[in-house]
């Protein structure tokens, strides 16, 4: 069984720029969130993919956007990048539609330095 | 979804039981109890989930007092590798997200 992977590992752009991270989601696995965490603090929910479709979004601007693939992978993107955006991306991937409520596991994430 | 208290910090010697608490006293009914935990900059791993009943995986054991207020995450034999961040997460069945609180930060002693 292969895990959550996401690349880059390390990324560094500077204000203004635009950047995507991708997320390859656990075999089996048809949903993909999307967590940004702070230094110092938990991770906080951005959006999940189902299906294709966003499927829940937390507080976040919409620069922040994503896709899903057939294939289950996905992409976050964030436009117009702040100081502030600096932090770990994480992906989880889970299984809608067993009947039971999904578990999210996470992925290494990548580390996001704006300057 | 219901808010955790968790305590900072804790330490443990290696090779004691590690017992983490959480108090999760507006819990409801439809609304599960998860443990999350994260090693140093790396991405949060699974540990056990529950409703009701007491849990045991391979990993750890989640007591759920039974008017569901609390739980406690058991480690039985705590190494210096589960040196992590330690999060309990209250989460509606209907959920897409989990909402992570401050955690608790447990540091296994040699």
């Known amino acids: 069984e292969t895990g959550v992977t996401q690349s880059p590992t390390h990324l560094i752009k500077t204000r203004g720029q635009q950047v995507t991270l991708r997320c390859s989601s656990q075999?089996?696995?048809?949903?993909v969130s999307w967590y940004q965490q702070a230094l110092g603090q938990g991770p906080q929910f951005i959006f999940q993919?189902?299906?294709?479709?966003?499927?829940g979004r937390g507080n976040f601007p919409p620069r922040f956007s994503g896709l899903q693939f057939p294939n289950y992978s996905s992409e976050l993107n964030v436009n117009a990048l702040e100081l502030d955006d600096s932090a770990l991306y994480l992906c989880?991937?889970?299984?809608?539609?067993?009947?039971?409520?999904?578990?999210?596991?996470f992925g290494p994430g990548t580390r996001l330095l704006v300057l | 979804d219901a808010k955790t208290t968790q305590p900072p910090s804790m330490d443990c010697a290696e090779g004691r039981a590690a017992n983490l608490p959480c108090n999760h006293s507006?819990?409801?009914?439809?609304?599960?109890v998860y443990w999350y935990r994260q090693i140093h900059s790396q991405g949060p791993q699974y540990i056990i989930h529950?409703?009701?009943n007491n849990e045991t995986n391979e990993m750890a054991s989640l007591i759920i007092t039974e008017d569901r207020k609390s739980s406690t995450l058991i480690l039985p034999h705590a190494t210096l590798r589960d040196t992590a961040v330690y999060y309990c997460?209250?989460?509606?069945?209907?959920?897409?997200?989990?909402?992570f609180g401050s955690g608790t930060q447990l540091t296994v002693l040699p």
């Open positions: 529950g409703l009701k």
């Open positions: 989880a991937s889970s299984l809608i539609g067993t009947g039971d409520q999904e578990t999210q596991y």
């Open positions: 075999s089996g696995h048809n949903t």
């Open positions: 997460i209250v989460r509606n069945r209907s959920a897409r997200q989990l909402t």
């Open positions: 993919y189902y299906r294709e479709e966003e499927n």
């Open positions: 507006t819990i409801s009914g439809n609304e599960y």
